[in-house]
């Protein structure tokens, strides 16, 4: 019997334009998780994955090459040189909302590939778990930068630029982010191919946006690593300003952010594909409180206050 669990993501900047090769900020979020369970099954019974939260219940001889879980699950029993499907039953947990920004689909995949290598007793590095997360996250978001993956994977800050290694970096102290949901399920797939559409229409005013993100990403790193919040907060509000211009707010988002600063948050912005999803609030201890009641009266549907780079 093997378990193995991941976290939660947030992007704190940078999301869409990573896609397009600028440098995002992302941190993992360890109060909702993904758990996957392996146990053995009778001789003959062949792999079963179950996730109940999800309604899902497959068989992995069976299950069509459009089925993430089975396609991170073979490629992770290829990769580990096992060439039969063992007699397992795996079930898989999740309290991470699906389609909302934090990194569901990610989180499952990378519980589940842990749990494989902890079956078979064999160490999982991080890269090689991202590597093998990432062929899942296809499915989820079209054309991936393969952030989600590798934040979950390192389960700590990183710097991010599709295609490299990620960079973990250290923050001069934990800041304190509220994250708010605002109750409407976003797939990212949709959200990353209506700016794709987009771009293909006008890319010289897309690429200029993403260039902008990309300074506001620098900015953002800087300021983490001198310990400057309101810089940071400043930086978030300045990125939602460029993500609602390219369509991925909604009035769900900007009611959200605009209860945040109004309480004190020194700022706010969506967080991932967006469409819906999460928002994040920067908060001071002394804001927190203010800030997690405005979110819920203003109507989120759950606020979490988590510290980061601590
Ligand atoms: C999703 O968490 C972040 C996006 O930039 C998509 C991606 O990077 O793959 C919207």
């Known amino acids: 019997m093997a378990s193995a669990t991941a976290p939660g993501k947030v992007i704190l900047v940078g999301e869409h334009a990573v896609v397009y090769g600028r440098p995002a900020i ?178 010289a005013r897309y690429e200029a946006i993403f260039d902008a993100i990309g300074d506001l990403v620098h900015a953002v790193r800087s300021a983490l690593e001198r310990g400057d919040a309101s810089a940071v907060g400043s930086l978030f509000n300045e990125n939602q300003a460029l993500l609602k211009s390219i369509g991925v707010s909604c009035d769900a988002i900007d009611v959200l952010v605009n209860a945040a600063r109004t309480a004190g948050a020194s700022g706010a912005k969506l967080s991932g594909g967006g469409g819906g999803g999460n928002i994040i609030a920067l908060v001071e201890p002394a804001t927190a409180p203010a800030v997690h009641a405005a979110l819920l009266a203003a109507g989120a549907r759950r606020v979490i206050v988590t510290a980061f780079g601590a």
């Not at 899902?56 to 001889?61: F, N, S």
């Not at 699906?98 to 064999?122: E, K």
């Not at 295609?163 to 976003?186: C, K, N, V, Y």
């Open 26 to 203: 992302a941190a993992p979020v360890w109060q909702v998780a993904a758990t996957a369970t392996i146990a053995a099954a009778a001789p003959g019974a062949g792999c079963t994955i179950v996730a109940s939260d999800l309604g899902q219940a497959l068989q992995l001889a069976e299950a069509g090459e459009d089925e993430p879980l089975a396609v991170v699950a073979r490629l992770t029993l290829a990769r580990l040189g096992v060439n039969s499907i063992p007699d397992w039953r795996i079930e898989l947990h999740s309290d991470i909302p699906i389609a909302s920004g934090l990194g569901s689909g990610a989180a499952l995949s990378t519980a589940l590939v842990r749990a494989i290598f902890a079956q078979l007793d064999r160490p999982a590095p991080p890269a090689v778990v991202s590597e093998l997360v990432y062929e899942s996250e296809r499915f989820y978001h079209g054309a991936p930068s393969g952030i989600d993956n590798t934040v979950v994977a390192y389960g700590q800050p990183i710097w991010f630029v599709k295609g490299q290694p990620p960079q973990p970096f250290t923050l001069a102290a934990p800041m304190l982010l509220a994250i708010a949901d605002t109750g409407i399920r976003s797939p990212t797939v949709l959200t990353v191919s209506k700016v794709r559409a987009a771009w293909q229409q006008d890319r």
